[in-house]
């Protein structure tokens, strides 16, 4: 989705909305088409789940209501809000949930956003008022990003998008520089790499007026503290309840009027969504696993665990093994696909799964944010038992790429900025109420900003690079409702996630259960060699690179000489994390 409102008087830029929209063909293969009414343009790219009719195309104009919308993403519950508004006396014309969210807004405005279930971005316009609508869902799983200056706003699903569109200002932020060296390669919102371009934060719902002036407001925020009416509640209660809720939650991203898979990784969260499906009755059952070629002495696949899973409950089961002839120019395309430069090797296993993916289904579910909801990684146990005033300290150490003292030797002079910006975002997130522990403080900060801007981020620009759409039931904003409640001690047992493990006896192989923690392993990226090297090193002495001159070239000389040295406090290869940047800002012709 696309748009423009302009506030100086002027028709839209509906040769710059075409623009935007046409840059997200891809994401929107099955169709497309602009609306405009004197200052407001929406553009759509069409992939078509529910209601395949032309009733269900966007832009969708209501001419009796006055409304116009355009949307990204899925309502699970619109059968449900559909017979609901239907007894409130809204008429409806298609069998889309698009339409449900107009008639939504029309019967209670804003606080529409309440009412949905499901990963969603949207666009209103009012024709009467001129008025301009924006929201995202609760978990930001369906990107927004903003390009405003003070004669028009543009929006559109993706930053290269709204590039294509024409931005005015593509000079890199440093602070947002800052982050993304410090903070695991993460912008916080409503910052993205590039100063003039902005994105809607999460549960978040903004209203622009036609002058310009607008107001926004947060609709949704999860409690990660502990809840009296559970106090009494057992280990066991608590793996009840949240079993129940994935089971709920993966039933509800079954709805589609075309087939729904599941990325099978062979890892207990991806098993466990397999688990529920074939209990729910679900048959035929289309499942895909990937593997690449091993290197560096570490292993490139899954597929033991993924196939015993697949074996255990009769799918179909797909093991794509990926040929090394595809990395080299997946790593590439990888990079055109992000809206925002990701240093995760999972974005390159991601798109050239889902590309093989997309030749199958449409839409899949997907085992991602289980970790971050949960307490899967290995940094939260040390904040076990760390005072919550000394939370923000051991976090940084457990978590940020490299401290802020390492940043000159590594930026350029001229790219520093004069405050240690990632700790303090972190330190206002953490102060924030609602979390009890620090371990709670650290769950909720990553479930609602790293998770967004790393895992959930990543799933949605590689799938939708190949028209194919990924829902995530451990992001059920209900069930991370209720792991907010969830006691930490029960989420850090069994060495992590360990409610869920237990939760998860008996219904997936014991085998899944107790293996060693796995990853998407892209060995040739984690281990730099050979062709994906030299992409790295073409990228960081290019001339372009030269006259950024983001990094001391002292230090981009030495990593080069010896590049599977220098790790970040997570074990990412930094050299990857230099190269990768360079990429996508020279594939983006911009900064």
């Known amino acids: 989705m696309s748009g423009e409102i302009r506030f100086d008087g002027r028709a839209a830029d509906v040769a710059a909305c075409a623009c935007a929209t046409d840059a997200m ?96 971005a949207f666009a209103v316009v009012e024709h009467a008022t001129g008025r301009l609508v924006l929201a995202r869902d609760r978990l930001g799983i369906k990107p927004l990003y903003l390009d405003h200056t003070p004669e028009r706003l543009r929006f559109a699903s993706t930053l290269p998008a709204l590039i294509a569109a024409g931005v005015g200002d593509t000079s890199i932020d440093p602070v947002a520089l800052a982050c993304y060296m410090s903070f695991h390669s993460i912008v916080p919102p409503p910052r993205t790499i590039l100063n003039g ?26 409690s990660f503290t502990r809840d009296a009416e559970r106090a009494g509640w057992s280990s066991r209660d608590w793996e009840e309840a949240l079993l129940e809720s994935l089971r709920v939650a993966v039933e509800r991203r079954m709805v589609a009027d075309v087939p729904v898979g599941v990325l099978l990784s062979g890892g207990i969260d991806s098993s466990l969504v397999v688990a529920l499906l074939a209990e729910a009755g679900q048959s035929d059952l289309a499942t895909f ?3 690449f070629d091993s290197s560096g002495g570490e292993r490139g696949d899954e597929f033991e665990y993924s196939s015993l899973v697949a074996e255990r409950f009769g799918t179909d089961h797909h093991r794509i093994a990926i040929d090394g002839s595809r990395l080299l120019p997946g790593v590439s395309a990888a990079v055109a696909a992000m809206s925002e430069p990701m240093v995760s090797h999972d974005c390159v296993a991601f798109f050239l799964l889902s ?28 904040l076990a038992g760390v005072a919550r005033e000394d939370a923000v300290e051991a976090y940084a150490d457990v978590f940020f790429d490299r401290r802020w ?107 899944v259960i107790d293996r060693t923690k796995g990853y998407f392993p892209v060995p040739a990226i984690r281990q730099l060699q050979g062709p994906v090297l030299g992409l790295v090193r073409d990228a960081l002495t290019d001339p372009a690179a030269r006259r950024r001159g983001l990094f001391r070239t002292d230090t981009v000389e030495a990593m080069l000489a010896d590049p599977n040295r220098t790790r970040t406090q997570l074990g990412s290869n930094a050299l990857w994390q230099l190269g990768l940047l360079e990429m996508w800002l020279q594939h983006h012709g911009v900064g």
């Open 289 to 291: 696993s990937i593997g």
């Open 355 to 382: 590309e093989d993916v997309s030749k199958s289904v449409k839409v899949v579910q997907s085992g991602q944010g289980a970790d971050e909801v949960l307490g899967g990684y290995d940094w939260y146990p040390p």
């Open 405 to 511: 003292s390492a940043m000159p030797s590594l930026l350029s002079r001229g790219w520093l900025v004069d405050h240690d910006a990632p700790y303090a975002f972190v330190a206002e997130r953490f102060a924030a109420p609602g979390a009890d522990t620090a371990v709670d403080a650290a769950l909720r900060s990553d479930t609602t900003v790293m998770l967004v801007d790393d895992p959930v981020k990543r799933v949605d620009n590689m799938t939708m690079a190949w028209g194919l759409e990924a829902r995530v039931p451990f992001l059920d904003h209900e069930l991370v409702e209720l792991a907010g409640r969830i006691p930490p001690e029960l989420k850090l047992a069994d060495g992590g996630k360990g409610v869920l493990k237990r939760a998860a006896r008996g219904v997936v192989p014991d085998e």
């Open 25 to 120: 063909q891809r994401r929107g293969p099955d169709g497309s088409g602009v609306w405009a009414r004197g200052p407001v343009a929406l553009g759509h790219r069409r992939l078509s789940i529910i209601d395949l009719s032309a009733a269900g195309s966007q832009p969708m104009v209501d001419a009796e209501l006055g409304l116009s919308v355009v949307f990204n993403g899925c309502i699970y519950n619109y059968k449900a809000l559909r017979a609901e508004l239907e007894g409130l006396g809204r008429r409806f014309f298609s069998t889309s949930d698009t339409e449900v969210i107009t008639k939504a807004y029309a019967q209670w405005g804003t606080s529409c956003v309440d009412h949905l279930l499901g990963m969603f």
């Open 197 to 222: 371009v902005k994105k809607l934060p999460p549960a978040t719902v903004r209203v622009v007026e036609r002058d310009g002036t607008w107001r926004e407001h947060t609709y949704w925020s999860p």
